[in-house]
């Protein structure tokens, strides 16, 4: 049995999907706890935020969203999941529509992410997020069957 | 019984690694049919090369990839590979320390991959390629244990 208390405060999450929605709430909420509870607390967790280099293991990875969220929420729209699962294991690519506010008003950065989720004891939780940002064509994103040239 | 013919043409990978090596041969001899011979044909596999979109499926990378060649081969050193194994499915995420020559002479460029590949009855294949330019930090790559602070 788990306590009332810690079942409360350690979701499991029952699907990659459950996990992502996770993921990209405690964004927008800017909460660092809940965003926290959907990674794996390994060492093997990897995080790269656009641009920036690699972070690697749990503490590594709170530090960055806690000084994410220190500049504020992330509001991002999800676009174009791609979701492979293959047993213990989901791969989802996906592009981030992401909305920021400055000087010159609300503008939209699209960010490519792949997400790995992993099942364990613990339900699935996050073990990889890679985000970059998408060129300026990325509206157009190249999506064709893989048959011959004509 | 595989022909001879085919055995030579279609490389069987006998694990994630020996795909990875025969991407990164492949890109350092520029050969566009070693390229592909590393990817999984159908339409999930996912391509993205720094700062440019999302690619979906084999016809869509095999273009990019022949684009690439088209200006010359890529050298490319790897480090800090982190592999991770579950089952039919393996992740590796690195470091690409890419050399790049121009007026300017010979500069090293890094940029942060995440290669998944998955295992079928042709072997392990590529099936997702992100890459990303890192930041000029990314020397100092961040990798701390995940224990409490201090």
Known sequence: MIPATEAMTTPLFSSP?????AFYDAMAAGD???MMAVWTDGDEAVCVHP????LVGAQAIRESFSE???GGTVQVERVGVRAYRH????IHN?????????????????VVATNVYVKSSRGWQMMLHHAAT???DDEDEIERPSGPLH
Do not use: K, N, W, Y
């Not at 047993?87 to 989901?90: E, I, L, Q, R, S």
């Not at 996906?94 to 699209?110: A, C, N, Y």
């Open 17 to 21: 999907t459950d996990a992502e929605h």
């Open 51 to 54: 641009g920036g280099p690699r």
């Open 94 to 110: 996906l592009v981030e529509e992401i909305s920021v506010t400055g000087r010159m008003g609300t503008q939209t950065v699209s």
């Open 134 to 136: 998408a060129d300026a």
């Open 68 to 70: 994410i969220f220190e």
């Open 32 to 34: 660092l706890e809940a």
């Open 87 to 90: 047993g213990d294991v989901a």
